[in-house]
């Protein structure tokens, strides 16, 4: 079974080398790694460069935003399973592809998998982690999906049911989610496993304002797709989101 890794990146010298490293430590001898790059402006494509005979497809060039690149890397993609691993993102481990594959190839009628992520400090301590291990699609109608770097999901059902849509400038993965995993009924199951460490600061949590955006558009996603929702279910999902903290401490 092949497996389709794509990340996307924009200016991101300080972060893309251990990524890169991070996929070529795979122990699964069957990824397709897929870099499509925003046409970076800093050293990113330099150190690119040095992997070059390492990476399966390279792309640079101006782009619509995250997702559009993303959809760029879907459509060039030739893995039965398609996972996301960000500029600034690592594998937990050495062995995750290898479980994540063994996961479809025990169930191949499974279109997806969710799973755990953790995030990481400045100090590489991990001080929060984001499981879907009690998540269910109810949960969409109070802004909270499960943690989107986990979720794997087989090339086809894109191209079945959509892409991400770039109208959205943070939570198009809110958005194709619900489409995918309520809307559409792919099938799904949570796999036990910590995939991704992330460090903190994404694009959906840097300040007041970005809060504010994600939350009017996952207003907009859930109307989009006909699940009922208010302001006050969206922001009351902060007040869980501090166990995730507890529970690591």
């Known amino acids: 079974m092949r497996i389709s890794i794509i990340t996307v990146c924009f200016n991101a010298e300080k972060t893309i ?12 001898n069957n990824i397709e790694y897929i870099l499509i790059d925003g046409y970076s402006t800093d050293r990113t494509m330099r150190i690119v460069s040095d992997y070059y005979n390492n990476i399966n497809v ?4 101006k782009d619509n935003g995250i997702y559009d690149a993303i959809n760029k890397g879907i459509m060039l993609a030739s893995g039965e399973i398609i996972g996301l691993l960000h500029a600034d993102d690592e594998f937990y481990d050495t062995n995750i ?10 169930s191949p009628k499974l279109d997806s998998i969710i799973g ?5 400090d400045d100090s590489n301590q991990i001080i929060r982690k984001y499981s879907s ?12 999906m499960p943690p989107h770097p986990s979720f794997y999901c087989k090339r086809i059902v894109f191209f079945k049911f959509g892409f991400y849509n770039t109208d959205f400038k943070i939570a198009a993965d809110f958005e194709l989610l619900i489409r ?3 809307i559409k009924n792919i099938s799904f199951i949570y796999v036990p496993l910590v995939i ?15 809060l504010l955006t994600i939350n009017r558009e996952i207003y907009k996603a859930c109307g989009l797709n006909s699940i009922n929702t208010n302001y006050f279910k969206l922001y009351s999902k902060y007040f869980l989101k501090i166990f995730e903290f507890i529970h690591i401490k």
């Open 58 to 61: 390279i792309i640079s060039e």
């Open 133 to 144: 291990k009690n998540w269910s699609v109810n949960l969409f109608s109070w802004g909270i």
């Open 196 to 210: 991704v460490k992330m460090k903190l600061g994404g694009a959906s949590t840097r300040g007041i304002s970005s």
């Open 97 to 106: 592809i290898t479980k994540v594959a063994k996961v479809f190839e025990d």
């Open 180 to 182: 995918f995993l309520k």
């Open 17 to 28: 080398e251990n990524t890169i490293k991070s996929v070529l430590s795979q122990d699964y």
């Open 116 to 120: 755990d992520i953790v995030f990481e």
